[in-house]
DNA sequence: TCTGGGGTCCTAGGACCC
DNA sequence: TCTGGGGTCCTAGGACCC
């Protein structure tokens, strides 16, 4: 592969800073968003502002800690259509620099510089400050950049100067910047692999890099084991994908209370038909059908199970859905109570299906499929 | 009465086919 | 009687990400 400049583009406190623009008398508190905004009811914060932050709250927190953590902060419910028109907004700005764009989901990107005019100036940092600049005018939001030869160190690299900053990062910085850092900081080791890695007596990434590459692959195979070591050493050829199709689309729902699968059959199976219903209006409007019908339930112990079914033809039909999803969750062991119910359609293809011709033999008109409306020339699941 | 909602990708076993 | 391999699809679970 040629030389590249890869930008990882991440808004700062998004769903936060959102907020706050609708609210200025807010700014300088500390805010947090999530759930219904109501730290009584069930529900974790998924952003906070600085302010909150200092106070130790995090997203995923849930709401009702996050109030004893810091009981003057200000609490507000999630808006996602809000955030999705500013996702739109900072994604289009973007897009008058370049259309090389990876979306990776509604509020961070990954920007191919490689053929951006003057990139090769002060390691792309005048280009990136552009991309600032173009942004806080589309929005009046900030963001922080990170600037590397791959996405793996860009990722890396935007995260180091939050808020407002630029990192350029370069091969020769690997082992100062990058391997001091703590192995969770690599996208893709989550939790489980962090507890693992930390039994070895592996806490940085230069001890990542260090360790045998035998070695993790006896303990994480050779896929993941192979990967962590090139991931280590900062090597990542992935390419920048400017457009995907959807595999499945869900809709679940966490209960106020936990509910009987027995006991309350009722109130279940209500949830479930209105589930389909939400479900089979978003294939409607995105002009999607699927094969495979499946539900999620999540336990009190919150352990999860799921079962589907995969149909003949692809469907987009509410009716056909919550005849599958039922007869799936006729298969969840009533094993305990549950706390969330979900369903699922994957195995997703484009158009509107084939019809069934109905009793009389008349073939139904086959429903067009919504409009695609995507304002930029990549498509994600926040371009609806 | 901790712990949301919407996604992707990987693994692994069994069925089924050639 | 003994002995094969792929390859693909389906299902279930799990890790991880935003």
Known sequence: MSWRRIAHLDMDAFYASVELLRRPELRGCPVAIGGHGEPSRRGVVTTATYEARASGIRSGMALRRAA????????????????????????????????????????????????????????????????????????????????APNKLLAKIASELHKPGGITAIDEYDIAAVIWPLPVRRINGIGPKADLRLE??????????????????????????????????????????????????MSRETTFEHDLHLRRDWQALAACLAELCRELAGDLHRRGYAGRTIGVKARYDDFRIVTRDHTLALATDDAATMRRVAFECLSRVPAARRLRLLGVRVGGLSRGAPPRQADAAGVVAAPSLAAAWQGELPFSGPENP
């Open 199 to 248: 039994e070895l007596g592996i806490r940085t990434i230069g001890a990542l890099a260090a360790a045998p590459p035998a070695m993790l692959i006896a303990h994480f195979g050779r896929s993941f084991g192979q990967w962590m070591h090139e991931a280590a050493h900062g090597r990542d050829q992935r390419p920048i994908v400017t457009a995907s199709e959807p595999v499945s």
């Open 68 to 147: 004893e953590l810091c009981p003057e902060c200000v609490f507000l419910p999630v808006d996602f259509a809000e955030y999705r028109r500013y996702s739109r907004r900072f994604k289009a700005a973007i897009a008058t620099l370049t259309d090389r764009i990876e979306d990776r989901g509604i509020d961070e990107v990954y920007i191919d510089l490689s053929a951006v005019p003057g990139i090769r100036v002060e390691r792309g940092v005048p280009v990136a400050r552009d991309l600032q600049r173009r942004v806080h005018e589309a929005t009046g939001l900030g963001c922080s950049i990170g600037l």
